[in-house]
């Protein structure tokens, strides 16, 4: 059953200094409140909240980037996505996916890229569940502590087909 005070929007301005402190308490790539507010002034800027009881309790940011493939158009990249940890396994980040994905189809988005640590196996699954494919490590790229970096693939074209 849906949650009625559950929505899934675009990212505003106000939400920059909640996403800070979420990101952190989640161990989080380290922006800044001004990072927030930068991307958010970004064309190519792919950012959804979700809030609850007016509250956010999750956000994804990517952006959309030139595709590298050899017919061009356009790639997106996940930057960071985060769920607070009190309703982790309540779909949120589900639907904050599924609107990232919905966005980049629309879009005519070749792959969806995103980097993960290679010990989070939370993640990697949740990710594996939308489709995202291994593609390449980056060993020893995380710090604090140590981990590979996976760079994980989802071929747009088949997302949610």
């Known amino acids: 059953m849906a949650d009625p005070l559950l929505t899934i929007r675009h990212f505003e301005n106000g939400d920059c200094e909640a996403a800070f402190e979420l990101a952190g308490r989640l161990g989080l790539s380290p922006w800044s409140i001004d990072d927030y507010r930068r991307e958010l002034e970004r064309e190519d800027s ?3 909240a979700a809030v609850h009881g007016g509250d956010l309790v999750g956000f994804i940011i990517g952006r959309l980037v030139p595709s590298s ?25 589900s639907k904050l996916i599924e609107r990232f994905i919905g966005i980049c189809r ?16 939370a993640a990697r699954t949740f990710y594996k569940n ?11 790229f995380y710090q604090n502590p140590s981990d590979d970096a996976l760079i994980l693939r989802l071929q747009a074209s088949g997302a949610g087909s």
Do not use: C, Q, T
């Open 106 to 121: 629309k879009n005519k988005v070749v792959d969806i890229w995103l980097e993960v640590r290679a010990a989070n196996h």
């Open 46 to 48: 792919l950012m959804f």
């Open 130 to 140: 939308f489709g995202f494919e291994d593609f390449a490590a980056r060993p020893g």
């Open 69 to 93: 493939g050899p017919a061009g158009g356009l790639d997106a990249e996940i930057y960071n996505i985060g769920v607070l940890a009190a309703v982790h396994r309540s779909g949120i980040g």
